[in-house]
């Protein structure tokens, strides 16, 4: 299969998959649970989500890691999961992408305000960020 940046300077359009939130939610996600939680909770309802998306011709799909990064996964009791947590989405979005589509890792925001507002600094929010694709290229991205 050829990589992004190959696929970028071909002609034609890249369709990606669509919102993981709202597809999981009416899979069955409980309101205010994070999707990321479901990756090691119910592999199965994300996977289907994958292949839906590759089924549907999707030629890119983003794992299930919007919101792994420490900071976002704290809120939800899985801080010390991080790892897990990213590198089954990851296993997950490759099982369903087969040879045929794209994945890429998705990272999304801390939650947290920035200084002066908030606590992190902007050397924090680096350090999170960093954190998170350490894992995601350790899962393949």
């Known amino acids: ?6 696929r970028l300077t071909q002609d034609g359009i890249l369709v990606s998959d669509g919102a993981t939130g709202t597809f999981l939610q009416r899979a ?29 011709g999707a030629d890119l799909i983003l794992t299930n890691t919007f919101g792994s990064n420490r900071p976002r996964l704290e809120k939800q009791g899985l801080a010390d999961r ?14 369903a992408a087969g040879d045929s589509t794209l994945v890429l890792g998705d990272m999304g925001p801390t939650g947290e305000l920035m200084k002066p507002s908030g606590m992190p600094t902007y ?10 694709a350490t ?5 393949g991205m």
């Not at 050397?123 to 998170?132: D, I, P, R, S």
């Open 28 to 56: 069955g996600l409980p309101s205010g649970m994070a999707p990321d939680r479901w990756n090691l909770e119910n592999p199965d309802a994300i996977e289907t989500m994958h292949r839906g998306y590759v089924d549907a």
């Open 135 to 139: 894992v995601l290229a350790e899962g």
């Open 123 to 132: 050397e924090g929010a680096v350090a999170v960020f960093a954190e998170q």
């Open 1 to 6: 299969m050829t990589g992004l940046r190959e």
């Open 82 to 95: 991080m790892r897990e947590v990213i590198l089954v989405a990851a296993h997950l979005a490759h099982r």
